[in-house]
């Protein structure tokens, strides 16, 4: 079945970095587009980050426009998000996932927590 394995959260000052990872496996990744999410308490899920199945095409919120960097590595079904000029207002649970699986109804991951804070 599919599995999302996100790591690399943590608390960081504001103007910090952090760099997220995720592991995917249970489907053909290299075939799957994939992005990141984030969700904070009492607010919706949003989609911060997207890369094509090729990793050729990325797009992103208009938050992390220019902050934020998605990038995979098809050889081991990995998702990486590096995450530059953090700010408080980015404080959330980060989970991966492959919009078209998301669409279905698919299964999350257990998320890794960031945390913007001085």
């Known amino acids: 079945q599919v599995q999302l394995v996100e790591s690399g959260g943590g608390l960081v000052q504001p103007g910090g970095s952090l760099r997220l990872s995720c592991g995917a496996s249970?489907?053909?990744?290299?075939?799957?587009?994939m992005a990141w999410y984030r969700q904070s308490p009492g607010k919706e899920r949003e989609r911060v980050a997207f890369?094509?199945?090729?990793?050729?095409?990325?797009n992103y919120d208009d938050s992390v426009n220019g902050r934020f960097t998605i990038s995979r590595d098809n050889t081991r079904n990995t998702v990486n998000l590096q995450m530059n000029s953090l700010k408080p207002d980015d404080t959330a649970t980060y989970y991966c996932?492959?919009?078209?699986?998301?669409?279905?109804?698919?299964?999350w991951g257990q998320g890794t927590q960031v945390t913007v804070s001085s």
């Open positions: 996932n492959a919009p078209t699986l998301v669409d279905g109804g698919g299964s």
């Open positions: 249970g489907f053909p990744f290299r075939a799957y587009q």
């Open positions: 890369i094509s199945a090729a990793g050729k095409s990325t």
